[in-house]
């Protein structure tokens, strides 16, 4: 009998899903991938077994593995010798414990594969990364693979292959144990340029050049565990204590999402998902959130359109808060906001402007530069680090932060006084700048123009901002603040909709752009106005390809590039929460179903989805897709639960906890 530390399951993945995974070229489909977190540190793991994208010590680092944008630039597989295709991949429930089975000819093997979390370890010196206050928990610093024979005989493989700094620095291989237990990776051209890699393993190593290798028989009941690590943390040194670290880890992450507030709901493990992959897009030592956990993954196939997202854009952020709040995941906005904090105080506590990104770190200068020797993700490229959009004028980031603050502070009905300047800071940017153009949420890299929704968004600031004047007791301010509130209201309503009563892209155009959704989702305008169902109805029917949403028409737009895209995954699912506002909550619900069975195996989305052949496209996991998804199906869930069709309506309060979820009134999607 199998111990239950690695019973087989039939719950995990179907192999119909795993069976002939999409390719691009020969790099695994994008959706292939699974996702690891500590909140220190990411990876992404194929279904073939192999580490195929790990930035060490940070996801902003330069990577260790980098197969994913190179075949030949660094990997970490353990399986099965001689096959690459599991029976089955889940993650194990309330957590990011990846689980693969595989079936071979001769026998069933199960590997587990975590980045390690454990107890507060910083006891007996401060921590030099961690700003935000101390938990319970930390990252162990470890990648951890443990596995196990469940039945019959099965050939293990261990093939461990880093190439430093973006494969452009070699790895060189040393054992550092008794016998061949353990293994250091170091940089060849400079040992202490860092960072050294300690392969731990009851295997035997074997170093073959760049590669460390292990191979064995293993038979029904036979475990083995292999740990990398990358500090001075302790690996384990046998597989009891592995299986006792991957339970600590598994424990930690049930501790959080337990927090939460779910629906018993089919769609519960969606938003759980989605949830947990917001949480591990987080970085515990300062409280920023990234956008996504990788760089360069393109757009479209072959294509330009590929950026670096491993950076907190305030936006996605705040965004990204909205949704864990609608879950009753809101401790995290505490640490994002003395982020942001940090971010717009200089060094003698002097204000600094609020910009449109900032590294992980609170880092300001993100200069873009491409890496030239790597072939890029099914050979598109460039494939650049950095991100050029840190110092753009994006006029809508007061608002969606502001917004954020407003949503998170209102239940307390108290503004933190160390918070009020900085707010204050970013209600005046936006009455100084709302006038003026930009380049939009979406950051095209056109000229300037008069967006319509970055208008919109500086509307939320003054009107957010005067609310929490008004609960900061600056009652004058507050009055001032919706004047101007006011003002910019008339202005869009006049140079923002056209002849046909549509929300356009921007002043005195005709085109569409998905970010108009955002017109009733801020409450710019009630749901029953005119004009809202308009410009969302135009939306759904000339702003999609096979009814997934486009952000914009790019040969109507001037983005500064060339080429095509795919669809926006945000963007549909803020459509299906405006069709659920304005009443169209069948229409919405198909358009849900539609999407979720575009998830990955895993529950995970990419930046984009290509409407012909639901392939996922861009950076993966992507933070604005699952906030949106939260968002979405909270809705609908909610609008078919609590009222008829067509007369829902989101309250703005939270009430009792002992409510029943689905006719609680918490904010829904954050903007209110």
Known sequence: MPSPEHAPTDSGTPASHAAAPRQENNFPAIDDYAFLSDCETTCLIASNGSVEWMCVPRPDSPSIFGALLDRSAGHFRVGPYGHRVPAARRYLPGGMILETTWQTETGWLIVRDALVLGPWHSTEQRSRTHRRTPTDWDAGHMLLRTIKCVSGTVELELSCEPSFDYHRAVASWEYTGKVYEEATAVCTADPTAGPNLVLTTDLRLGLEG?????????????????????????????????????????????????????????????????????????????????????????????????????????????????????????READDFFAFLHDATTGPDDEPVPLQVLYGIGGETHLPESTLDHLSGYGHAQPVRIGNGAYDQEQHDIWGTMLDAVYLHVKSRQHVPETLWPMLKRQVDAAIANWRKPDRSLWEVRGEPQHFTSSKVMCWVALDRGAKLAELHGQMTISRQWHEIAREIRADILTHGVDEHGRFTQVYGGTTLDASLLLVVLTRFLPADDPRVRATVLAIADELTENGLVLRYRTESTDDGLSGTEGTFTICSFWLVSALVEIGEVNRARVLCERLLTHASPLKLYAEEIDPHTGRHLGNYPQAFTHLALINAVTHLIRAEGAEPAGSFRPAHNKTNSSTPWRSRPRDIGGMR
């Open 210 to 330: 760049r590669e460390a290798r292990a191979r064995t028989r293993m038979t029904e009941g036979d475990c083995a565990y292999v740990a990398l690590t990358w500090t001075e943390l302790p690996a384990p040194q046998n597989f009891d204590e592995a299986a006792d670290t991957m339970w600590t880890t598994i424990e930690c992450w049930r501790q959080w999402i337990t927090l939460g507030d779910f629906p018993d709901h089919p769609w519960r493990r969606f938003l759980q998902r989605s949830a947990l992959t917001l949480k591990g897009l987080t970085y515990a030592p300062t409280g920023a959130l990234m956008a996504a956990g990788t760089t360069s993954l393109p757009e479209a196939p072959g294509g330009e359109r590929n950026w670096d997202y491993r950076y907190s854009w305030v936006r996605d952020a705040s965004f990204a808060l909205w949704g864990l709040y609608t879950l009753g995941l809101d």
